[in-house]
């Protein structure tokens, strides 16, 4: 059965840093797409961070640019994102994602609904 675990979520300080990693488990996580997503209560799930297969491609969202790193261990068989200078606002649920197949396009980077496999999500909360 195919499944994503992340880890490394925390508390941490405004302008701290953390590293989120996800472990796929039962697929080779290189042959999918893959992306990390994260949502706070009340609002819509946003795309932080895209990875093509093969980790080709990668696409930020505006608001992370910059700060964010995503990254693949291919020998772990796991994603990473690397967040530095972190604000308050990046407090959320963060979630990983995998796809294959023709919804592997820039242009659904962040479409949640695209996503056929989802982490449980691992909380990350940014203090002042």
């Known amino acids: 059965q195919v499944q994503l675990v992340e880890s490394g979520g925390g508390s941490v300080q405004a302008g701290g840093s953390l590293n989120v990693s996800c472990s796929a488990s039962a697929f080779v996580l290189n042959w999918y797409c893959m992306a990390w997503f994260r949502q706070v209560p009340g609002k819509e799930r946003e795309g932080v961070a895209y990875?093509?297969?093969?980790?080709?491609?990668?696409v930020y969202a505006d608001s992370v640019e910059g700060r964010f790193t995503l990254s693949r261990d291919n020998s772990k068989n796991t994603l990473n994102l690397q967040m530095n200078s972190l604000l308050l606002e990046d407090t959320a649920m963060y979630y990983c994602a995998a796809k294959f197949g023709r919804d592997c396009s820039r242009d659904a980077a962040f479409i949640s609904r695209t996503y056929a496999h989802w982490g449980q999500g691992t909380q990350v909360t940014v203090s002042s």
């Open positions: 990875n093509s297969v093969g980790g080709g491609t990668t």
